[in-house]
């Protein structure tokens, strides 16, 4: 009898797993801004390098439990790998028990060697992930007027990026579909490009060694914060040892400044990638919470 329980136990834990219903390249044809290289992608523990064919996997709620809602995923890694099944995966797959339609980015990781212009390589990306979630939202079951984007570390620098940067399209969109997120959440994300604040190693992936104050000034992030800048949710801890968390304060300072609305979680503890180490359903209920109160899911 005991052996029977634990069995059915096992399945019923399975059956509670969210599989994704799909994974597809990002980009029907030819991918933008690359180039021919022998760089060949990897996988180990759950996480991506060498990432130059981008993917987007999809995560759908159970018709019956459907918020409408949407988010585009861009886990973390210092813009050197991408923590797909941590921060990516992990989280995609809470969101869609909770209702919320869910996409991971593998987007492409910046490379001289495999892009024309790298700085703008995984933006692209992000770019294109929103246009094909908000061109197919219909056949998704989803509002595309309540897509947002969300990300971890380095992969919080690109979602902000997308978030304020979104009025100039870095692909092609003939239909001039809206690349504006509905919304933003920040997970210890690097948010500034300068010397003062900025995580060097993701600084020096994406911008390389030589990067000129007018790049440095663009690609951060609370210098670009505008009126039109999408809502945000923002999380770190105080004792962030990797990722000054005076990223989150500033940023949350110049959504504030431009009336933006904008919630931030400072934990007194964690350090960083605090996420890999507590139950997904633990630290994501805030974000659930944050997202109900602000109308994005009912």
């Given at each position: 009898m005991k052996i029977l329980r634990i069995l059915f136990m096992v399945l019923f834990i399975f059956s509670l797993d969210i599989k994704a219903q799909q994974i597809i390249n990002l980009y029907p044809g030819a991918i933008p801004n690359s180039k021919e290289s022998n760089v060949k992608e990897g996988e180990r523990s759950g996480m991506f390098s060498g990432v130059t064919n981008p993917t987007l996997e999809i995560y759908l709620p159970e018709k019956e439990n459907a918020a409408g809602a949407a988010v585009v995923i861009c886990p973390g890694g210092g813009y050197a790998v991408v923590v797909y099944q941590g921060e990516g995966v992990q989280t995609a797959k809470e969101f869609a028990r909770n209702g919320v339609a869910a996409f991971v980015i593998k987007y492409r990781l910046p490379n001289d060697s495999t892009m024309i212009d790298k700085k703008i390589g995984p933006l692209q990306d992000a770019q294109q992930a929103?246009?094909?979630?908000?061109?197919?939202a219909s056949k998704w079951g989803i509002n595309a007027n309540k897509i947002g984007i969300m990300g971890f570390s380095a992969g919080g620098h690109l979602a902000s990026t997308a978030a304020t940067h979104f009025n100039k399209a870095f692909i092609e969109n003939d239909n001039n579909t809206n690349l504006r997120p509905d919304f933003q959440i920040l997970i210890y994300p690097v948010i500034s490009m300068q010397d003062s604040l900025t995580h060097s190693g993701s600084r020096t992936g994406l911008l390389g060694e030589h990067a000129s104050k007018e790049i440095i000034d663009d690609f951060s992030n609370e210098l670009q914060v505008s009126e039109n800048t999408?809502?945000?949710?923002?999380?770190?801890?105080?004792?962030?040892?990797?990722?000054?968390?005076?990223?989150?304060?500033?940023?949350?300072?110049?959504?504030?400044?431009?009336?933006?609305?904008?919630?931030?979680?400072?934990?007194?503890?964690?350090?960083?990638g605090f996420v890999l180490r507590?139950?997904?359903?633990?630290?994501?209920?805030?974000?659930?919470?944050?997202?109900?109160?602000?109308?994005?899911?009912?």
């Open positions: 929103i246009k094909i979630v908000r061109e197919n999408s809502p945000a949710y923002i999380t770190q801890a105080g004792d962030d040892k990797v990722v000054d968390v005076d990223n989150s304060i500033v940023y949350w300072e110049a959504l504030r400044h431009h009336n933006v609305p904008a919630e931030l979680h400072i934990y007194p503890n964690g350090n960083h507590q139950p997904t359903e633990e630290w994501m209920k805030p974000i659930f919470k944050w997202m109900k109160n602000s109308k994005f899911i009912e």
